[in-house]
């Protein structure tokens, strides 16, 4: 999807996450680091729809790339697919993306093969696990009708759905 400039902040990733519970792993690249959030129902196109995200720790930027079954009795255990994948640029001009972070609140614009256009972060709730709207902003991307998380359910990396990655690991 077509962004609004050439120039970007740095990577994003989506990734489905099949372990203890279904999620999307949304993660932005900022100062080194993979930010990352936790989305159990995973990314709207619906400007309406706000999406609970959850605060998880940050992951090194090469995990961006990982698909694949992460083995019972270590973190994060389960199947683990590129579901989206892009760059983003900070729609803040004057606020960097750790200050908007730190004051709970991101603007981004996302160039990814399933997902395009504005998404704001919103931080709702501190504490040990701090909560967020995930929200698509109203711009040309925005579409209520479509939902890609229940459509477009195959990796952008290789092409295979959940269960062929997890019977494809199980096997070699």
Known sequence: MAGKSDSHDGQF?????DASQRHYDFRLEVDGALKSWAVPKGPSTDPAEKRLAIEVEDHETDYAD??????????????????DRGSYRNLSDDTPMSEGLEKGLVEVWLDGEKLGGGYALKRIQGGDKPQWLLIKMRDEAADARRNPVSTETKSVKSGRSLDEIRREEAST
């Open 66 to 83: 990982f698909e694949g079954v992460i083995p019972e009795g270590n973190y994060g255990a389960g199947t683990v697919m590129v579901w």
């Open 13 to 17: 990733v989506i990734q489905l996450h």
